[in-house]
């Protein structure tokens, strides 16, 4: 029996992503790929690992790839493996998922937030000089949502000063700025396999890429408890694996990614094309960008009412992301107040993401652009 809404309009259920369209669309060889793995006996750092490794660093244009156990734990083993520690600050954005920060201050440091560009949701490239000390020793630049930071700017900024790039890139494996690959610009990328990423696992894992070949080798020795030969250690560390699983699962995977990622692309335009004429700020994609739409980002003064009219309606949106970092409860003591970024602010009151992924059906995008309509239309 289906559901109707109060216009008595059937309900058509569209998820944010669905992770088992995904899985269904390559079933054979993903379950042909665990049972290797089972019947081999090796699971952990197996020959799974260093092929996707390899692959993923080849992918970005890097000459290494590390795996590790999540997306955080890459951001985390590199700020370590720098040196950063108590005393020091690192420079990041506030308008992302927490991890980008929370690492920062997991091993000590303290993290310095810059406003963002209000177009493209980036750190803005232009405001980073006004904050950097002598204390600064990382920009972690985060390309939200699929679209590069500027990473020129950011580059020669950082050069200038003498401190380190790391790309989070967790939101954009397979996007490009100037035809460079993200992950492959700054002194580091780092990747997130989490299932809800283009390119995701079914479970947690992560990887860094670099070209630093002596930064590589500390990294795999960070991941594994400080140790290069078992139970000798060097350096106090880690246990951040990346499961041989998910390294066979993700290898299935990483050849279909630059047709995902097209897909992504081709349903975002649709959906720009479709919602042009609505009072919503659309997603922009910026000169010399290639955006791989991890996320589908609209912008309206009735954010939290379009929200709520799309659940009812069985879609399901969510607001990316409602708290600014500076503002979170846990960073009171920096002495950010409201007003400090002005444009994060601004954005997490108003920004709201809608369902896109590679396997979604045009009935299902019809729906959800009806919908927005709808909402508008009821509004006046």
């Not at 904050?131 to 390309?143: C, D, E, F, G, L």
């Not at 100037?178 to 700054?186: A, E, P, Q, T, W």
């Amino acid at each position: 029996m289906s559901m109707l809404n109060t216009n008595q309009m059937p309900i058509r259920s569209v998820p944010l992503l669905d992770t088992v369209a995904e899985y269904n669309s390559l079933k054979v060889e993903l379950d042909a790929a665990v049972s290797k793995v089972l019947a081999s006996g090796h699971y952990i750092l197996g020959p799974e690992v260093k092929a996707l490794e390899r692959e993923v660093a080849d992918f970005c244009g890097t000459q290494f790839g590390i795996g590790v156990a999540n997306g955080t734990d890459a951001l985390l083993l590199l700020l370590d493996a720098l040196g950063i520690g108590p005393g020091d600050e690192v420079i990041t954005t506030p308008f992302t998922f927490f991890a980008s920060s929370e690492v920062i201050s997991q091993i000590g440091a303290t993290p310095v937030f810059v406003d963002i560009d209000p177009i493209s949701y980036n750190l803005c490239a232009e405001k980073l000089e006004a904050v950097i000390t002598p204390r600064t020793k990382a920009i972690i630049p985060v390309h939200i949502f699929g679209q590069p930071a500027d990473m020129d700017l950011i580059l020669e900024v950082a050069d200038r000063h003498g401190i380190a790039v790391i790309e989070d890139a967790c939101q954009a494996i397979g996007s490009s700025f100037k035809d460079r690959r993200s992950g492959s610009m700054g002194l580091a990328g780092c990747f997130s396999f989490f299932p809800t990423k283009n390119l995701g696992g079914y479970g947690d894992g992560g990887m860094i890429v670099t070209n630093d070949e002596e930064l590589a080798k500390k990294l795999q020795i960070l991941r594994a408890h400080g140790s290069k030969k078992k139970y000798y250690h060097s350096m106090v560390g880690y246990n951040s694996r990346l499961d041989e699983i998910q390294a066979a699962l993700l290898r299935v995977k990483l050849p279909h990614l630059p047709v995902w990622n097209e897909a992504r692309r081709v349903k975002a335009d649709r959906y720009k094309e479709r919602l042009a004429h609505l009072p919503i700020q659309l997603p922009h994609e910026l000169p010399d960008r290639y955006s791989i739409y991890h996320l589908f980002i609209i912008q309206t003064d009735e954010r939290d009412s379009l929200l709520q009219y799309l659940q009812q309606n069985g879609i399901g949106a969510g607001a990316y992301y409602p708290v600014a970092l500076h503002l979170q409860e846990v960073y009171q003591d920096l002495g950010y107040q409201l007003g400090s970024l002005p444009e994060a602010e601004y954005a997490s009151q108003r920004t709201l993401a809608l369902p896109l992924h590679p396997h979604m059906a045009s009935e299902d995008q019809d729906w959800v652009i009806e919908v927005v309509e709808r909402f508008f239309s009821e509004r006046g």
